[in-house]
T-cell receptor, first 109, second 112 residues
Framework: GQQVMQIPQYQHVQEGEDFTTYCNSSTTLSNIQWYKQRPGGHPVFLIQ?????EVKKQKRLTFQFGEAKKNSSLHITATQTTDVGTYFCAGYAGNMLTFGGGTRLMVKP | NAGVTQTPKFRILKIGQSMTLQCTQD?????MYWYRQDPGMGLKLIYY???????DKGEVPNGYNVSRSTTEDFPLRLELAAPSQTSVYFCASATFADSPLHFGNGTRLTVT
């Protein structure tokens, strides 16, 4: 079946440093979605990418979808303590949405 | 503006007990999902539904049952609780199969 791998599992950064999480799918995706889950909270939808090579920005967050539509990344510029949480990618293919394992971001003030 | 509502928020069960986790959404979404999330881990799909009267197994369905008699409600039933079912359970809904998911706040279940 479809697999979605996400790296790294954990990342500690100093406030102000940049952060990137990567998502790789075993199959070509129709779209990829990104979610953020704050500690003790529920996943909240951030963005959806559909087109090959697509890049979208939300303030300090930049999302990319690979040319082959099998990988994606989320980059946060100048992290803040409010960025703390776990970031999940979820790839849609074959009528199924598959979540990656998530990257837990910890920010030291 | 309720969205997806899950009850209860917390529950402690003894081994062998049964319970139903409730999930209701007011967005008229056809697609509904149940996920479980073990501590520090990702989301695993238990069951899903593409509309009233239609349900299907996800990745980890054993020990659970679901029903979907209305568009709004998608309850998850645990018949014989086991310690391995200790987890946080999230219900989610979506407009279409490839649409973003709207999650409920979750139910934290402990089986001892």
């Amino acid at each position: 079946g479809q697999q979605v791998m996400q790296i790294p599992q954990y990342q500690h950064v100093q406030e102000g440093e940049d952060f990137t999480t990567y998502c790789n799918s075993s199959t070509t995706l129709s779209n990829i979605q990104w979610y953020k889950q704050r500690p003790g909270g529920h996943p909240v939808f951030l963005i959806q990418l559909v087109k090959s090579g697509e890049v979208k920005k939300q303030k300090r967050l930049t999302f990319q979808f690979g040319e082959a539509k099998k990988n994606s990344s989320l980059h946060i510029t100048a992290t803040q303590t409010t960025d703390v949480g776990t970031y999940f990618c979820a790839g849609y293919a074959g009528n199924m949405l598959t979540f990656g394992g998530g990257t837990r971001l910890m920010v030291k003030p | 503006n309720a969205g997806v509502t899950q009850t209860p928020k917390f529950r402690i069960l003894k081994i062998g007990q049964s319970m139903t986790l409730q999930c209701t959404q007011d967005m008229n979404h056809n697609y509904m999902y149940w996920y479980r999330q073990d501590p520090g881990m990702g989301l695993k799909l238990i069951y899903y539904s593409v509309g009233a009267g239609i349900t299907d197994k996800g990745e980890v369905p054993n020990g659970y049952n679901v029903s979907r008699s209305t568009t709004e409600d998608f309850p998850l039933r645990l018949e014989l609780a086991a310690p391995s079912q200790t987890s946080v359970y999230f219900c989610a809904s979506a407009t279409f199969a490839d649409s973003p998911l709207h999650f409920g706040n979750g139910t934290r279940l402990t089986v001892t």
